[in-house]
Every structure is written in C-alpha cells, then in structure tokens.
Nanobody, 129 residues
Framework: QVRLVESGGGLVQAGGSLRLSCAASGRTARTYVMGWFRQAPGKEREFVAAIRWNGDTTYYADSVKGRFTMSGDNAKNTVYLQMNRLTAEDTAVYYC??????????????????????WGQGAQVTVSA
C-alpha cells in the first residue's frame, strides 16, 4: 500500500500562484508514475499532470501546459505541482495519485485515472475572479 497526503491548497486570486505537495509513504519503492488530477463541482475528474518516477518525464493537460509544472524529489518521496497564472477555471479539488509498473500496464497511459491504484484525500484549490 502507498499512502498519499496532499498539502498546499487554498484560496488565491486570479493570476496568482500556488504550489501543491504530495508526500508518499509506505511501499513506495515500486512507484512507476505519479499524477495529479482535479475535479470541479459537477464535473468528472480530469487529468492535470504526471511524472515518470525514474526519468522525470512529465506530461500535462493542454489546459495547464505552460502554466503548471510538476516535479518530484525521489529522496523525499514527494511530488509537487507549481501552479501559476491561475484562473477561476482551475478551481477544483486536486488529487495526487500513484501507480506501480504493473498497474501502469493496464492502460499504458499516464493520463488515465484507471492507471492509478493509490489516491490522496484531495486538496481544495479555489481561485477568485
């Protein structure tokens, strides 16, 4: 089992920045990819960003490309999501997720929520217009 704990959410004005953190604990040695997803009220959960744990390859949704940056610190078992130039459309609960190589092979997609077996509790991000 892998436990994920997000932090860093909050309220920010449009145009501002926030950084989310996700600390992983437990059986993290097999982690292959970690991702961020978000869910706004009345909408389905959507992919935001992902990072391959051994290689630092990152993937982004078109809606956040150029504004958000995902990074990882293997020594701390922590990933980050730096969010800049936030807009009201970024308001959502942000979830951190993790998958080992076995579950990644279910979809071969870092962008699919079906890839991930472990999820955090979520962090609220609210952007005021």
């Amino acid at each position: 089992q892998v436990r994920l704990v997000e932090s860093g959410g909050g309220l920010v004005q449009a145009g501002g920045s926030l950084r989310l953190s996700c600390a992983a604990s437990g059986r993290t040695a097999r982690t292959y990819v970690m991702g961020w997803f978000r869910q706004a009220p009345g909408k389905e959960r959507e992919f935001v960003a992902a990072i391959r744990w051994n290689g630092d390859t990152t993937y982004y949704a078109d809606s956040v490309k150029g504004r958000f940056t995902m990074s990882g610190d293997n020594a701390k078992n922590t990933v980050y999501l730096q969010m800049n130039r936030l807009t009201a459309e970024d308001t959502a609960v942000y979830y951190c997720a993790a998958a080992d190589e076995g579950t990644y092979r279910r979809t071969y997609s870092s962008r699919s929520s079906q890839t991930y077996d472990f999820w955090g509790q979520g962090a609220q991000v609210t952007v005021s217009a």
